[in-house]
């Protein structure tokens, strides 16, 4: 276990503000992009800048909350605006951004290990100019062309690669949607296949029984609206595996028909093809599967590897040491 139920829940508690203060920028009228998004998901990460928005629980908080622990666990979140000289701004896929995680255990240090992930940011979009947003609304800016990319790199590094889609607060949707979209969040079927009561030492136990603790018996819970997601089931939607070369190998085929994904299409994934993004960091990224450990993804992430065609516009590190630094802790500033 690389963080105890305590660690964990804080700092879900501590991303889940951060998505309140991101998707806020979401009402139906407004005009915002995915790049204004994700530069707001930078300021409020960033330990420079996090100070600037008015949080309940933010960084500060949580790093206080840690240390008050004799496991002497500490976090540092810093992110980086990645600039790339002019000739190679028209030959790279503009991913939004890189996420590389690391993880020190001066107690273990076998269990120490750096991982790093790929977003690709896509924001709803109203289907009207009415005051509030609905199930049916949805995510138009998907490009095929986009996707294949995705898929060609998930093909090379898998677990690497996914989409970042943008979702307003519940507020911000019609009731209906509302009361269908907060359902959908409930650990529901996806759990009730598990049975993890008897397997408690399976990495999917703690996320499983913190859902039932905190979303199915809370009725205040959080709403997520930045949403981690596969690119698989949309590969799905939009493709078609033609076998070529006589079974030897197949290539994509773009189905006749397909349409945006919707926000009830994103939602009824929830807790399979779909997380939370605070709950995808700590649960299945930090605490799971998700995420690659190969160099060259790792390197990809934080934009060093341009001559692979591809590079983040933001590099976000996140750190979380455990022990004092004296135990063998590694510095914040100290390179991967």
Excluded at 11 to 36: G, K
Aim: aromatic share 12%.
């Amino acid at each position: 276990m690389y963080l105890t139920p305590r660690e964990a829940k804080l700092l879900v508690r501590f991303l889940d503000c951060v998505d309140d203060v991101v998707t806020a920028r979401l009402l139906p009228d407004a005009s915002v992009d995915e790049r204004h998004l994700t530069s707001l998901l930078r300021e409020t990460l960033d330990e420079r800048f996090t100070g600037f928005h008015a949080m309940p629980y933010g960084l500060a908080a949580l790093k206080d909350d840690l240390e008050k622990d004799d496991l002497a666990t500490k976090v540092s979140l810093t992110i980086e605006a990645n600039e790339y000289p002019p000739h190679f701004e028209n030959r790279v896929t503009q991913a939004d951004l890189g996420i590389i995680l690391r993880y020190d255990n001066s107690y273990r240090r076998d269990e120490s290990f750096s991982k790093a992930v790929l977003f690709q940011a896509k924001r709803i979009v109203p289907s009207s100019r009415h005051s509030s947003y609905s199930e049916r609304d949805a995510f138009k800016r998907l490009e095929t062309d986009q996707l294949r990319q995705i898929i060609d790199l998930e093909g090379r590094h898998s677990r690497f690669i996914y989409y970042l889609f943008y979702g307003p607060r519940a507020e911000a949707y019609d009731e209906q949607s509302r009361r269908t979209l907060r359902y959908l969040t409930l650990p529901t079927t996806h759990w009730r296949h598990l049975h993890r009561f008897h397997s408690p030492e399976g990495y999917e136990f703690l996320p499983w029984w913190s859902h039932l603790e905190e979303y199915a018996s809370d009725p205040k819970r959080h709403f997520p609206g930045l949403l981690a997601s596969r690119p698989g089931w949309l590969e799905q939607r939009y493709f078609e595996r033609q076998e070529t070369d006589n079974g030897k190998s197949n290539r994509l085929v773009l189905r006749p028909k397909q349409s945006a994904p919707t926000v009830r299409d994103v939602y009824e994934r929830m807790w399979e093809d779909t997380h939370a993004l605070s709950w995808f960091l700590v649960y299945r990224m930090l605490m799971g599967y998700e995420g690659s450990s190969d160099d060259e993804a790792i390197g990809i992430a934080q934009g060093k590897r341009l001559e692979l065609g591809v590079a983040p516009r933001y590099t976000m590190e996140l750190r979380i040491s455990v022990g004092a630094e004296g135990q063998g802790w590694i510095p914040p500033d100290k390179p991967l």
